[in-house]
C-alpha cells in the first residue's frame, strides 16, 4: 500500500560514527548526545575561525588532512581537537560533508525520502508548509536535533554571504543531496549519467527535490513547532 503523502513511515538506524558500525545509534551510551560528536566539533571549529572564508564548504579540502581527521574521530583521538585547530578550514569542512555522505542512510531518512520529494512539490503554500513541517517533526529525533544544529549553522554562515561568497543556495547546492538523497536501489538516476540531464527528463523531480527541499527549510523564517527542540540543543548536557 502507498504511504499516504505527510505520514510518517517506519524507521531504521541512524549510525554516529565516519565508519558505519551496525547498531550504534545517536544517543546511545557510547555516543552520549543526540548530536553527534564529529558534527558538533566541525561546525564550532568553523564558526570559531572559518565564517569568513571564501567558499567554505565549497572549495574542496585536502584529501589526506580529510582523511586524517576522519581516523582521528574514528577512534575518538584525544588530541582531535588540537588536530582541528591546526587543520585547514576547508580540510574541516570536507570531514564534516563525508561524515553526512557516508551515512549508510541519509539524515532525512530512506523511508521519509518519497514524502518529501512530494511535500516539496505541492503548489498550494499552506499545504507545503503544513506537510514539510509535519514530516521533519515526524524525523528521529536524533535526525531531526542533528538537522536543526546543522541548519542554524548553515544560516549563520549565509549571514556572511558579503564575504564568504556563500548564499542559502550555494549551501543547499552543497548539502542538499546529501542530507536527502534515495536508496540507491529506488533511485531513477544513474551512477555516472552519459546525458545531462534536463529540466523535462523525470529524473531531473528527482533531483529538484533534494535540491529544493534545504533551501525551503532556510528560507522559512521560523519553525516553531520546532522550538522546544532547538531549546534542548542548546541547553541538554547531552549534547
Do not use: W
Not at 510518517?8 to 552520549?32: K, N, Y
Not at 544560516?155 to 552543497?174: D, F, G, P, Q, W
Amino acid at each position: 500500500m502507498q504511504k499516504a503523502l505527510c505520514a510518517a513511515p517506519d524507521l531504521g538506524t541512524f549510525v554516529t560514527v565516519l565508519t558505519p558500525l551496525p547498531g550504534v545509534q545517536i544517543g546511545s551510551r557510547r555516543e552520549r548526545s543526540k548530536v553527534p560528536y564529529i558534527v558538533r566539533q566541525c561546525v564550532e571549529e568553523i564558526e570559531r575561525r572559518g565564517m569568513e572564508e571564501v567558499g567554505i564548504y565549497r572549495v574542496s579540502g585536502v584529501a589526506t588532512d580529510i582523511q586524517a581527521l576522519k581516523a582521528a574521530f574514528d577512534v575518538n583521538n584525544k588530541d582531535v581537537s588540537v588536530m582541528m585547530s591546526e587543520t585547514d578550514m576547508n580540510a574541516i569542512a570536507g570531514t564534516l560533508k563525508l561524515y553526512f555522505r557516508e551515512l549508510p542512510e541519509p539524515l532525512f531518512t530512506d523511508e521519509f525520502y518519497p514524502n518529501f520529494a512530494e511535500g516539496i512539490a505541492l503548489s498550494d503554500p499552506v499545504a507545503k508548509k503544513s506537510c514539510m513541517l509535519n514530516l521533519l517533526s515526524s524525523l528521529p529525533e536524533a535526525n531531526l536535533l542533528t538537522f536543526l544544529f546543522l541548519l542554524d549553522h548553515l544560516e549563520r554562515v549565509a549571514e556572511k554571504e558579503v564575504v564568504n561568497k556563500m548564499s542559502l543556495h550555494n549551501l543547499a547546492t552543497v548539502f542538499g543531496p546529501t542530507l536527502l538523497r534515495p536508496s540507491e536501489k529506488e533511485s531513477k538516476l544513474p551512477a555516472n549519467p552519459s546525458q545531462p540531464i534536463t529540466m523535462t527528463d523525470s529524473r531531473s523531480l528527482e533531483v529538484m527535490s533534494q535540491v529544493e527541499v534545504l533551501p525551503y527549510f532556510l528560507r522559512l523564517e521560523a519553525i516553531p513547532a520546532l522550538d522546544s527542540k532547538r531549546q534542548s540543543i542548546l541547553f541538554s548536557t547531552d549534547v
